[in-house]
């Protein structure tokens, strides 16, 4: 069974541009979360899709933004980046009944 | 703000020691608690779950406790090995709150052979 599929694994951006992260879930899973990680701030939920609707959101700015499509895939937007964006963004899925999330390797975004 | 606390921030022990790792938590509506181990550069392997009217779950050398009443969890790591070394982080659920886990900031260790 495929586990979570996280691409890009590494980026680099220079300040202002935009960048597009994916994730594909584990088979079955329709709920797909958001987490940044940082050295600072360690983990911080960004936010989670069911069902092609944003179910929660974190504390980020609106330059960070998201979308499922009806494969339960997803994708997580930055726009107008920043230095500070500089981190491992990780994608989470859910296990059927038991609420354990399951995670992905990650996408390593370097901003210049 | 809720938050979760993780001690020791830093360990290191003998190969074959066994330890315990300290999750405190805030928030007395938790719906579960995970533990998390991450590699460096990679990323989290779920290592156990435990739901909120459990109190406790064991797989293999790991076991993990939860105590709602008094907002503690502890991962015990029986028989220390080398490939242990990674950071372990707990996180918990709320019901009302969908998949959004709050994370403590982890404990690095390190077995030494």
């Known amino acids: 069974k495929a586990g979570v599929t996280q691409t890009p694994r590494y980026l680099i951006k220079t300040r202002g541009q935009q960048v597009t992260l994916s994730c594909s879930p584990i088979?079955?899973?329709?709920?797909v979360s958001w987490y940044q990680q940082t050295p600072g701030q360690g983990l911080q939920f960004l936010f989670e899709?069911?069902?092609?609707?944003?179910?929660n959101k974190g504390n980020f700015p609106g330059r960070f933004s998201g979308r499922q499509f009806s494969n339960s895939r997803s994708e997580m937007n930055v726009s107008t980046l920043e230095l500070g964006d500089s981190a491992l963004y990780l994608c989470a899925t859910q296990g059927h009944s038991t609420g354990e999330l399951f995670f992905g390797e990650g996408s390593r975004l370097t901003v210049l | 703000k809720q938050e979760v606390t993780q001690i020791p921030a830093a360990l290191s022990v003998p190969e074959g020691e066994n330890l315990v790792l300290n999750c405190s938590f805030t928030d007395s509506a938790i719906y579960n608690l995970q533990w998390f181990r991450q590699d460096p550069g990679k990323g989290l392997t779920s290592l156990l779950l435990?739901?909120?009217?459990?109190r406790e779950q064991t797989s293999g050398r790991l076991n993990a406790s939860l105590d709602k009443s008094s907002g503690r969890s502890t991962l015990y790591i029986a028989a220390s090995q080398p490939g242990d070394s990674a950071t372990y982080l707990c996180?918990?659920?709320?019901?009302?709150?969908?998949?959004?886990?709050?994370f403590g900031g982890g404990t690095r260790l390190m077995v030494k052979p």
């Open positions: 088979s079955g899973h329709r709920s």
């Open positions: 899709y069911f069902s092609e609707t944003q179910r």
């Open positions: 996180a918990y659920g709320r019901g009302n709150a969908g998949n959004m886990l709050t």
């Open positions: 435990i739901q909120s009217s459990q």
